[in-house]
């Protein structure tokens, strides 16, 4: 081993906007050996996409590389012509982008995009070649009918197939480095890891060396040796992957070990208890950042207050639900099959399952926004396909959603204090002036100013609308709380002090809560009851703790292996 | 810094490096930041186009027609119809009558005067009723869906066949015993509302999905109170836009049907029969015609830039590009 493959030495990338320059990334300095590989990881934000994209010298609109240099093999990528880049992009580094619904163009055949790519990078050229090439690239990235699916078009594939095809493209030309930005954050976990295993097995076999950037700690620390935190534009700690999870010494880092849910639910598991995880590492973590966002806690004080409380009674009852979606010249499409489940009052169950799964249509369902095919849902001992008008307003009261996009959810246009207050107003609850003492105490509850109620969404983050969407699900008091991805758009700091504000308020309240998710390691520190969805049928149905330490079905099982992080030691 | 990065070294052995907490402060998760005053979409078009030159320009152009179409007596005292001698035809440009007289011995400047109004009531008349037209068949059609907006969908695209001016020529010449301000304006309004509610139905379609409408369904609000509460504020800013410059082009199509002759009755004071009426002297008097041109070009001319400018705002992007 000679000379490192890629060496980044003080780095600095600025986006030029009408307030002047905008540092993203500020003096970041690595080294990347060949054969290695590398994982950036960091909230939104962070930086971590820019610097990828500075070294490929892809930046957006007016970014631009200020200062630095970037090595490869010797040669300063920073001050590369547009030429000199061409030649080395696809043939020296290969780039595969975040989302392969949108980085295949729509019109044209796989094939022909794979061939444009090989040619472009003179790979092979002559018709043949070039189609042989094209075949054994895409067999290569796991594609088994890869000389049949050449004429296919994108949207014939799946997401998991076309981010194949993606990789494909990237590793076309057996490229040094390869650079994945993201690459499976858009796909369901089990296609995640999947993905993931092929990349590894594939560029250790061509001893490509792989930086990728990803938001997931526990991810980054499975399949990268080396890891690079960066925060606000600057690295806080790198080093080898392994120890940094185990010995979080920036602050910066415990708190994003604290908080990532995949290492909260490994560590629940390699210490058997929640309260034995506790009291492990997290808990120097959590002196650090704050109880708030450590993801231990917040399971130990939920279960503290569930034990508290002992047997209850259901608030909701599903029998048998189904719902069968007609669909023009195809038949039907049954998205959820014989459904059943009870959740009881004060309790959170999780409904659990990949894309398509049926999840979010029962959602609809139980907040009476679709129609059930057949079946019953039965809330406070009315069933809902038989209420009068009068009484599902009545019901509509008892029983909020909150959605999973922090930026369709509120009303652009509506200020804070009235989009809290409408529920209340619609339902004709007090005079002007309570209301306003209402709004105050719900900001209050999910930890907002009281100044926000003159202010507009806009001006706030991803988490801080969430808590207004919870807010507003607050107000008329509701005893249901239907979280229909409500976290999973989130950063992770983020994400981990809303679900602590969720236990919180669970305890507070005696809320009920059905939280619905893709990802089983959230799971773990928010639910009691979880059931597994897959293809509109639950296939398995228990306590938290069996389903996790005992799983019956085949398909749970992948699904928890799917869980980034899973192969760490942690060393609890 | 870079000393604590791992060095090219053989064995491969990554160093484990931590950023000194002085360089890299942590701030609080998910901090406020208010600090600026309370801002919306219309909060922040309106900061926008205030620091725009051509904003103003063409609001002081349109404040300007406004005030001579009210108070048309603060700017002349002469009549632009009663007045008239035959002994002045063409006559030049003096003190009392600023831009000459026309063929038949009228003030030229006291016609464009008077004519402000007609010309400004016909856009605003027009306009409200293509607005009222477009909102309500766009708006319904676009959330409601299903056999409403084949319906109306349909319907409107019968009137969005017809050319507006070719259906207001035949209008006027089938009414020609009626023509005055408010049948000149449904004329044209009646067959130029389906655009703006094509507009309107694409953003309804857009808006109608977002989860803030799913919320308030939730909460127990009616599908037609959600419609004019949610749904239609968030969906109108590009109607206002083309509203803005569909009144540019009314007070174009009354000039245009006035020149046809089946405008407004000669009696009428109005750009558009100034116009006409001064074409037959084009060559002697061209002056005649450019004036009231001038006064005509001007409004529409202000009218479709703020338009422009008003989109510009409302679109953050292009504000963003800035």
């Known amino acids: 081993m000679s000379a490192p493959l890629l060496e980044v030495k003080d780095l600095e990338v600025g986006f030029r906007t009408q307030a002047g320059v905008v540092q993203a990334v500020r003096g970041v300095n690595f080294t990347l050996e060949r054969g290695g590989s590398l994982a950036i990881v960091g909230e939104s934000g962070s930086g971590k996409s820019t610097m990828a994209h500075a070294i490929i010298n892809l930046l957006p609109g007016t970014g631009h590389i200020s200062g630095g240099q970037i090595l490869l093999d010797g040669q300063d990528l920073a001050t590369a012509s547009e030429h000199e880049m061409e030649q080395i992009r696809g043939r020296k580094i290969g780039f595969v982008p975040q989302d392969p619904m949108s980085n295949l163009n729509p019109v044209w055949s796989i094939g022909f995009q794979v061939e444009e790519a090989i040619r472009a990078n003179g790979i092979a050229t002559g018709r043949k070649e070039v189609k042989q090439r094209a075949i054994q690239v895409l067999k290569e990235a796991g594609l088994q009918d890869a000389d049949r699916r050449l004429k296919q078009f994108p949207h014939q594939f799946s997401g998991g197939m076309r981010q194949r095809v993606l990789i494909g493209m990237g590793l076309a030309a057996n490229p040094q480095l390869l650079i994945a930005d993201e690459p499976t954050s858009a796909l369901d976990v089990t296609v995640q890891r999947v993905i993931l295993d092929h990349l590894e097995s594939l560029t250790r076999e061509l001893g490509t060396t792989l930086l990728f950037i990803t938001h997931d700690l526990g991810l980054a620390a499975e399949r990268a040796e080396q890891l690079l935190v960066m925060y606000k534009g600057r690295v806080v700690e790198s080093g080898p992957s392994v120890e940094i999870l185990q010995n979080p010494r920036h602050p910066y880092t415990q708190r994003l070990v604290a908080a990532a849910p995949s290492l909260a639910s490994r560590r629940i598991q390699a210490s058997g208890s929640i309260a034995a995880a506790e009291s492990s590492i997290a808990a120097e973590a959590s002196t650090a950042a704050g109880d708030e966002i450590d993801l231990i806690a917040t399971a130990e004080a939920r279960a503290e207050a569930l034990e508290a409380a002992g047997t209850r009674p259901p608030a909701i009852i599903v029998e048998n639900l189904t719902k069968v979606f007609k669909i023009r010249g195809a038949g039907e499409f049954t998205a959820v099959d014989d459904v059943s489940f009870q959740i009881a009052k004060g309790t959170t169950t999780a409904l659990v399952g990949e894309s398509g799964s049926g999840k979010s249509t029962v959602a609809k369902m139980l907040l009476k926004l679709e129609d059930a095919t057949s079946g019953k849902i039965v809330i406070d001992g009315k069933d809902l396909s038989a209420v009068s008008p009068k009484e599902l307003f009545r019901l509509r009261s008892q029983m909020q959603p909150v959605f999973q996009d922090p930026y369709g959810s509120l009303n652009p246009l509506r200020n804070i204090g009235n989009t809290i207050s409408e529920p209340l107003s619609v339902h004709k609850i007090g005079t002007k002036a309570t209301r306003r003492e209402r709004v105050f105490e719900l900001l209050e509850q999910v930890s907002l100013p009281r100044t926000l109620v003159t202010r507009y969404p806009n001006e706030l983050s991803g988490g801080q609308r969430q808590r207004i969407a919870i807010a507003r699900a607050l107000a008329l008091k509701p005893d249901i709380v239907i979280l229909d991805e409500a976290v999973s758009a989130l950063d992770v700091l983020v994400q981990a002090q809303i679900l602590r504000l969720l236990a919180d308020l669970q305890a507070e309240l005696g809320l009920t809560y059905l939280f619905i998710t893709h990802d089983l390691a959230v799971v773990r520190v928010i639910a009691d009851n979880v059931c597994v969805m897959q293809k509109g049928r639950i296939v398995e149905a228990a306590s938290t703790d069996e389903v996790f330490d005992n799983p019956k079905e085949q398909y749970t099982r992948d699904l928890l292996a799917a869980i980034p992080g899973a192969n760490i030691e942690l060393g609890a | 810094m870079p000393d604590n990065i791992p060095s090219t070294s053989p064995t491969r052995r990554l160093e484990h490096y931590v950023a000194p907490l002085e360089e890299t402060p942590l701030e609080e998760i998910d901090s406020l930041k208010t600090d600026g005053k309370p801002s919306n979409l219309w909060i922040d078009a309106w900061h926008d186009v205030r620091r725009r030159p051509m904003f103003w320009i063409s609001a002081a152009l349109i404040l300007l027609v406004v005030i001579v179409a009210l108070f048309p007596t603060w700017f002349t005292q002469v009549p632009p119809n009663s007045d008239c001698q035959l002994s002045n035809s063409n006559g030049a440009p003096s003190a009392e009558h600023p831009l000459g007289f026309t063929r038949q011995g009228c003030d030229v400047f006291s016609r464009i005067v008077h004519g ?57 010449s089938v009414l020609a015993n009626y023509r005055n301000v408010w049948v000149i304006s449904l004329a044209i309004g009646l067959f130029a509302w389906p655009a703006t509610a094509r507009v309107l139905r694409s953003e309804i379609l857009r808006v109608k999905n977002a989860d803030f409408v799913t919320a308030a369904t939730a909460i127990g609000l009616s599908r037609f109170r959600i419609l004019w509460s949610h749904v239609v504020p968030n969906s109108i800013a590009p109607v206002i836009v083309i509203t803005t410059i569909s009144l540019a082009s009314a007070i174009v199509a009354e000039a245009t049907l006035s020149f046809l002759g089946v405008g407004l009755p000669s009696t009428f004071m109005s750009w558009g029969n100034d116009i006409a009426q001064a074409q037959t002297t084009l060559r002697t008097a061209p002056q005649v015609l450019v004036y009231p041109s001038i006064a005509l070009s001007l409004t529409v001319f202000s009218f479709i830039m703020l338009g422009e400018v008003v989109r510009d705002a409302l679109d953050p992007k292009a504000r963003a590009q800035r």
């Open chain 2, 116 to 172: 402000a109004g007609t010309s400004l009531s016909v856009g605003i008349i027009v306009t409200l009723l293509v607005f009222t037209l477009g909102v309500l068949f766009g708006s319904f059609a676009g959330y409601y869906g299903g056999w409403i907006d084949s319906v109306l969908s349909r319907f409107g695209d019968i009137f969005f066949s017809i050319p507006y001016i070719l259906a207001a020529v035949v209008i006027m």
